[in-house]
């Protein structure tokens, strides 16, 4: 893939500058809402959607020495012709988000609007990547890493998507990161990931998610 291939927008959010670059591919889109704040989901999102042909959205602050994080569904703003893009050609989206917890340090949350695609993707995780817990169950997810609000851009797509959390340990490794340097995402996780988005495309799961009565978030 050549970064000819790329397109690049430079927009503002809340004041914010970002650069959205969008790789076009097919109709499972992988999302980095966060790629500066949450180390090796833009390089996961990049990687996993090469390997199977999927679409590409990441989000990056590359002019900000201290990134702002900004809450998922305020990032669905109609003046970003990419987000608009990516949503249009995606039918569901895989969104892949950092936590911090200490607690679940090899913990993966898999939360999001489509919960058969959820399972779906946890087996195939569950089954390359085992040194790492995988949580679909919705009341175990903590309510902020749920990704169930209705404006989240993972349920913005017509099968909507899977938010899947990630520990630190899944989505980085090797030295502690240097500026200019891309983060290293550990490759029994990218394998995993490829597996599942390889299922997600080819197999079951994926169906119109039920409505929830759930509290967005």
Known sequence: MTRAEEESEHLEIEGVPLVATLVRGGDIGLLALHGSNEGGTAELARVVARRCGATSLVFTQPETRRPVHIPSPRMAVDHCALLRAFLSRVSLTVSLHGHMRPEAARTVFLGGGNRDAALVLARELSALAAGFRFVTHVPEIPAEL???????????????????ELPLLARTSGPAK????????????????????????????????????????
């Open 178 to 217: 240097r500026d200019g340097v891309p983060d290293q995402p550990p490759p029994v996780v990218i394998e995993a990931l490829v597996a599942g988005v390889r299922r997600l495309t080819a197999g079951p799961g994926g169906q119109e998610p039920a409505t929830s009565t759930q509290e967005p978030l």
């Open 146 to 164: 749920r990704g169930l609000h209705p404006r989240n851009p993972v349920n913005l797509t017509r099968r909507a998507g899977v938010q899947v």
